[in-house]
């Protein structure tokens, strides 16, 4: 890994060191389509994989907190095994621990092969092939709209399925096999994985010279369909169903639709749903949010109108009626029963939560003094101040009616300037106080 440091996984993802972890998902979702595999042409897979896991490795390292944090002190020399660090790799378990810690000669047998369990160890067996084969995950973007009507959609798939002409062995028929060099025979090997400076896992995977049978066939005697692989492509056409009401992280499993090999079970492909954001709506569970617009004329005396379209398409209309004079106010809640998302196998809806949001008429609407009368006249008084409220002096100032709140205590590094106290509300989720 000599040229870890020379990677630039900002430029990967095409963000900035200062994206949040949201723009981050977005450009690892729109990187890992446009370099996926299964969408380009075959001669070009061999490129787009090794472009995919790039695009992968860089949304493992800048969506975490902590290995970005490495990542941007040390660069991927942090994450290189050979220097100490590693995050993620595989590599052949002797080779691994030869170079952690001088060599196997510590162990029995100078290798994992005289190790209790593994495949050619005491108590090991003499093949290990899984009973199911690798499933493959990958995440589904969904529009609010889907999942309020669910959807149904179709899509082609390649996958690699037994060759039926050599039924999966990848020999001419009457062919003799010979034990995999690699693996001798056991059809897996044992590989650590390092997850920090020193500490490794240990696992046992398929070797993928023999595609874990452990047996292979000289070039003469391959099957002349797969050429000795046991598997050949295939297209299908898979449906995928989205049902209505489902949610953010809900995983959809297509069984057994993902590549075979011989004596394996195929694996699934499960797509997880992720929720794109709604221009209009906010959803917590069965429940929808959205901003109701509406007049100052409209706060005061009220209105019936469709006040805005819902997710099927249907203009929600809303009559408010007024009575004795109760007004509107910025930031009520009217809340309308039933017109929320649906409930998974259930007939039942949430509920929509409407947010009052009051526009004020343009500058200049009221044009003259006559009219300026009419309005004070129709509007209740200001309250008169008391004698105790009243200070002995008065003294009228000029203001600036476009004044911005940036400009508040600008250059002063007082941490309460401008608007620095609002925006940590945010970021943080409330208020925070100072630790004395």
């Known amino acids: 890994m000599a040229d870890t440091e020379e990677i630039d996984l900002y430029e990967i993802l095409s963000v900035t060191a200062g994206s949040s972890k949201t723009e981050i998902k977005k450009a690892y979702h729109k990187a890992a389509l446009a370099h996926h595999p299964d969408k380009v042409a075959e001669g070009e897979r061999s490129e787009a ?43 052949d378990i002797d080779d ?72 999966g062995s990848g020999g001419k028929q009457g062919a003799k096999s010979h034990a995999c ?25 398929p070797c993928g010279n023999c595609s874990g049978s452990g047996q292979l066939f000289k070039e003469k005697e391959r099957c002349k369909k797969c050429k000795g692989k046991k598997v050949v492509e295939s ?38 749903l992720d929720e794109a954001d709604h221009a209009t709506f906010e959803r917590a569970g069965a429940d929808l949010r959205a901003e109701l617009h509406i007049s100052l004329v409209e706060a005061l005396t009220g209105f019936n109108r469709v006040v805005l379209t819902h997710l099927d398409g249907r203009g929600i209309s809303l009559n408010v009626k007024q009575p004795n004079g109760k007004v509107l106010r910025p930031g009520q809640v009217l809340k309308v ?49 008391s004698a105790d409220e009243t200070p002995e002096e008065v003294e009228e100032v000029d203001f600036e009616s476009d004044a911005d709140m940036e400009e ?7 941490p309460r300037a401008g608007n620095e106290w609002e925006d940590d509300e945010e970021e943080e989720g409330g208020p925070q106080c100072a630790t004395q």
């Not at 030869?98 to 190790?115: E, K, L």
């Not at 084969?133 to 999942?147: A, F, I, N």
């Not at 953010?248 to 079970?265: F, K």
């Not at 009052?356 to 008169?384: T, Y």
Request: contains cysteine; proline residues 7%.
């Open 49 to 91: 994989e090794v472009r995919f896991k790039a695009v992968k490795q860089a949304y493992e390292i800048l969506y975490d907190d902590e290995k970005r944090h490495l990542y941007d002190t040390h660069g991927m020399s942090a994450f290189d095994p050979s220097r100490g660090g590693g995050m993620g790799g595989e590599g």
């Open 96 to 167: 691994l621990f030869a170079q952690m810690f001088g060599g196997m000669g510590g162990f029995a047998g100078g290798g994992m092969g005289g190790m209790p369990g593994m495949p050619g160890g005491p108590g090991g067996p003499g093949r290990n092939v899984p009973r199911k084969g690798r499933s493959v995950e990958q995440e589904y973007e969904v529009t609010l709209e889907e999942l309020y009507k669910g959807k149904t959609t179709k899509f082609s798939n390649t996958k690699n399925i037994v060759c039926q002409t050599c039924k």
């Open 181 to 205: 060099g690699v693996c001798g025979g056991r059809g897996a090997k044992a590989v650590l994985r390092q997850v920090g400076p020193g500490l490794v896992t240990q696992e046992t995977v």
């Open 235 to 272: 297209k299908n056409v898979l449906e995928l169903y989205i049902p209505r009401g489902a949610l953010e992280g809900d995983r959809i499993v297509l069984a057994g639709q993902a590549d075979q090999l011989p004596d394996q079970e195929p694996g699934d492909i499960i797509f997880t």
């Open 337 to 385: 029963p039933g017109e929320g998302m649906p409930v998974k196998k259930s007939d039942a809806k949430g509920d929509l939560y409407l947010v009052v949001e009051i526009e004020f008429p343009e500058d200049g609407w009221l044009h003259s003094d006559a009219a300026v009368q009419k309005i004070r006249d129709v509007l209740p008084a200001p309250p008169a101040p």
């Open 408 to 414: 508040f205590g600008a250059g002063s590094g007082d």
